[in-house]
């Protein structure tokens, strides 16, 4: 069974950082573009951040340029989001998810169950 | 970049009843277009990608259609089970724009 467990949520400061991580199973990682998605309370959805299979290629959304980095560790099966510089406005539900492709421009066909992060002082 | 718009934001019909939600792009994205429900408290799960392709395990009262910059998803009889807020992403090319989301509700 494919599965996507996020992790690193929590309540940090305005300006603070940290790191989400992903771990994935029932699929071959590598062979898979992954994504992150967040949900600001009440709000929809909104694309963060894409990384290729390989890991060589990095997108972002302009809100995410400059602050946030995704990164994946294939040997390991974990996906991670570093943020840095974080503001009141990061606040939601993080979500990993899996695309359907190993270009990182496609559809998502997995998600994770979310891990959310509070930006508050 | 490419805007996603989705009208309506929200609907309510019975039991039974076809819904049909619209989204457009701002620019012709063919048919990379995917559409997604998200229940009350739950997960996004994807229905339909390709435009018009019915994602394994969704019900056949789920369909999509269009091609460039119109695009609807059709619930041929409206269930119980159907209250979501459904969205629908382009994938033509990063961002990977999400509509704003419809919001349907049983009458």
């Known amino acids: 069974e494919v599965q996507l467990l996020e992790s690193g949520g929590g309540l940090v400061q305005p300006g603070g950082s940290l790191r989400l991580s992903c771990a994935a199973s029932g699929f071959t990682f590598s062979n898979y573009a992954m994504s992150w998605v967040r949900q600001a309370p009440g709000k929809g959805l909104e694309w963060v951040s894409s990384?290729?299979?390989?890991?060589?290629?990095?997108y972002y959304a302009d809100s995410a340029k400059g602050r946030f980095t995704i990164s994946r560790d294939n040997s390991k099966n974990i996906l991670y989001l570093q943020r840095s510089g974080l503001r009141v406005e990061d606040t939601a539900v993080y979500y990993c998810a899996k695309e359907a492709a190993a270009a990182a421009d496609y559809y998502m066909d997995v998600w994770g169950k979310g891990t959310t992060v509070i930006v508050s002082s | 970049d490419i805007q996603m718009t989705q009208s309506p934001s929200s609907l309510s019909a019975s039991v039974g009843d076809r819904v049909t939600i619209t989204c457009r792009a701002s620019?012709?994205?063919?048919?990379?277009l995917a559409w997604y429900q998200q229940k009350p408290g739950k997960v996004p799960n994807l229905l339909i990608y390709a435009a018009s392709t019915l994602q394994s395990g969704v019900p056949s009262r789920f369909s999509g259609s269009g091609s460039g910059t119109d695009f609807t998803l059709t619930i041929s009889s409206l269930q119980p089970e159907d209250v979501a807020t459904y969205y629908c992403q382009k994938y033509n090319s990063v961002p990977l724009t999400f509509g704003p989301g419809t919001k349907v509700e049983i009458k």
């Open positions: 990384i290729s299979g390989t890991g060589g290629s990095t």
């Open positions: 620019q012709g994205i063919s048919n990379y």
